[in-house]
């Protein structure tokens, strides 16, 4: 076996002598393989990686290790004889790895989320060496023994999912730090951990599992309803719809980037036009997209006066090709005035669909590739 990121030597190697003192039936491993580039050149064809371990439990579960080329990212996957996954350790090439561990009731649901907190502890984070498989056993046993109920929080952030009665998740929480997410009524809560977009791509993004949580209608509606996002507790984007149509997006700021700001988007029906409305938090100014039979017509900034300071006017000359007039509002004569005009490819526009994309307009790009509820 190899040797790989980990939980420090000590912390396990005494956790795991403690839990042998005190079971009969300890777990054991009945079987482990092997595979790299070295001694497989197809590896990676076949599997999809370079490096690949894979042990199997006594009790009939198993762990599996990947590791991909470029930008070598890594994963190991806990699995139990229900094939859920009890546990993950992940990393990107240049950030340190992520442990999670999962807990379910008896009706197959997520009921708990365990964090190993690496800001608390990071010094406990090192190398430990196994051999022949005692590296994923060790871990194996931690995750056995783990007290969801009464965590240790200078170790371990857990999040817990609460059902109610009707098998509807209701609320998440976080202990120790308090986080908390509460359906009001009408609505649940779907809770589940997915990987982030570059999770095999990104040396520094990557190699990272998200709990996301979409509150959501509880039943069918009318057509009038919100949707709200959550990415390990942050809210993320904010849909209103009416009459089954997304007519309002509101983007919370993303952390990884400095200087995003919440943006709110609006669609209206004036004229037989749809107008779409996009205000940024901290600026004034306002950025109008106009369409009409499908076609983009006008694109606009307004100052906070309602003045068009800039803009932008399609039209649609030929088969196959857009015209494009754009202007610029010259203050001494109070008016806007032409700048250009360019001729483009009918093929090179957008559709108005982009208009209401929600991971179009903000920059949760990494967090979700497609956002899973529609109505």
Same mark, same amino acid.
């Given at each position: 076996?190899?040797?790989?990121?980990?939980?420090?030597?000590?912390?396990?190697?005494?956790?795991?002598?403690?839990?042998?003192?005190?079971?009969?039936?300890?777990? &054991?491993?009945?079987?482990?393989?092997?595979?790299?580039?070295?001694?497989?050149?197809?590896?990676?064809?076949?599997?999809?990686?370079?490096?690949?371990?894979?042990?199997?439990?006594?009790?009939?579960?198993?762990?599996?290790?990947?590791?991909?080329?470029?930008?070598?990212?890594?994963? &190991?996957?806990?699995?139990?004889?229900?094939?859920?996954?009890?546990?993950?350790?992940?990393?990107?090439?240049e950030v340190s790895?992520?442990?999670?561990?999962?807990?379910?009731?008896?009706?197959?649901?997520? &009921?708990?989320?365990?964090?190993?907190?690496?800001?608390?502890?990071?010094?406990?984070?090192?190398?430990?060496?196994?051999?022949?498989g005692d590296t994923?056993?060790?871990?194996?046993?931690?995750?056995?023994?783990?007290?969801?109920?009464?965590?240790?929080?200078?170790?371990?952030?857990?999040?817990?999912?609460?059902?109610?009665?009707?098998?509807?998740?209701?609320?998440?929480?976080?202990?120790?730090?308090?986080?908390?997410?509460?359906?009001?009524?009408?609505?649940?809560?779907?809770?589940?951990?997915?990987?982030?977009?570059?999770?095999?791509?990104?040396?520094?993004?990557?190699?990272? /599992?998200?709990?996301?949580?979409?509150?959501?209608?509880?039943?069918?509606?009318?057509?009038?309803?919100?949707?709200?996002?959550?990415?390990?507790?942050?809210?993320?984007?904010?849909?209103?719809?009416?009459?089954?149509?997304?007519?309002?997006?509101?983007?919370?700021?993303?952390?990884? /980037?400095?200087?995003?700001?919440?943006?709110?988007?609006?669609?209206?029906?004036?004229?037989?036009?749809?107008?779409?409305?996009?205000?940024?938090?901290?600026?004034?100014?306002?950025?109008?997209?106009?369409?009409?039979?499908?076609?983009?017509?006008?694109?606009?900034?307004?100052?906070?006066?309602?003045?068009?300071?800039?803009?932008?006017?399609?039209?649609?000359?030929?088969?196959?090709?857009?015209?494009?007039?754009?202007?610029r509002y010259d203050?001494?004569?109070?008016?806007?005035?032409?700048?250009?005009?360019?001729?483009?490819?009918?093929?090179?526009?957008?559709?108005?669909?982009?208009?209401?994309?929600?991971?179009?307009?903000?920059?949760?790009?990494?967090?979700?590739?497609?956002?899973?509820?529609?109505?």
């Amino acid at each position: 076996m190899k040797k790989w990121h980990f939980l420090s030597g000590a912390f396990i190697a005494a956790f795991t002598v403690f839990l042998a003192c005190g079971d009969d039936k300890a777990l &054991t491993i009945t079987d482990s393989v092997h595979m790299d580039e070295h001694g497989d050149p197809d590896i990676q064809e076949r599997l999809g990686c370079i490096d690949y371990d894979s042990v199997t439990f006594s009790d009939g579960s198993y762990a599996v290790w990947e590791l991909k080329r470029a930008p070598m990212n890594r994963l &190991t996957r806990y699995v139990d004889t229900e094939g859920r996954w009890i546990a993950t350790i992940s990393g990107a090439s240049e950030v340190s790895d992520q442990y999670l561990v999962y807990n379910y009731d008896s009706a197959g649901r997520l &009921t708990h989320f365990l964090r190993f907190d690496e800001k608390l502890y990071s010094d406990e984070f090192g190398e430990f060496e196994g051999k022949e498989g005692d590296t994923y056993l060790d871990f194996r046993l931690v995750i056995d023994n783990i007290d969801f109920d009464r965590p240790d929080t200078t170790r371990h952030i857990v999040s817990r999912v609460v059902y109610d009665d009707d098998g509807y998740a209701r609320e998440v929480f976080e202990v120790p730090t308090g986080k908390r997410i509460k359906a009001p009524e009408g609505y649940k809560l779907e809770v589940y951990v997915d990987p982030c977009v570059s999770f095999w791509a990104s040396d520094l993004d990557g190699g990272r /599992f998200l709990l996301k949580v979409d509150m959501v209608p509880l039943a069918s509606t009318d057509g009038t309803y919100f949707v709200k996002r959550f990415v390990d507790f942050m809210p993320t984007i904010d849909e209103y719809y009416e009459g089954g149509q997304r007519c309002k997006i509101v983007c919370h700021p993303n952390p990884s /980037f400095t200087d995003n700001v919440r943006t709110t988007k609006t669609r209206s029906v004036e004229n037989g036009a749809h107008i779409y409305v996009t205000k940024y938090e901290g600026n004034s100014d306002t950025w109008v997209h106009v369409w009409k039979d499908g076609r983009l017509r006008e694109e606009r900034r307004e100052s906070r006066y309602g003045t068009t300071l800039e803009a932008e006017r399609y039209s649609y000359p030929a088969s196959g090709k857009v015209k494009v007039e754009s202007l610029r509002y010259d203050y001494r004569a109070k008016r806007l005035k032409p700048v250009s005009v360019e001729i483009k490819e009918r093929s090179d526009m957008r559709s108005e669909a982009e208009e209401m994309n929600p991971l179009r307009v903000s920059l949760w790009e990494n967090e979700y590739d497609s956002l899973k509820y529609s109505e």
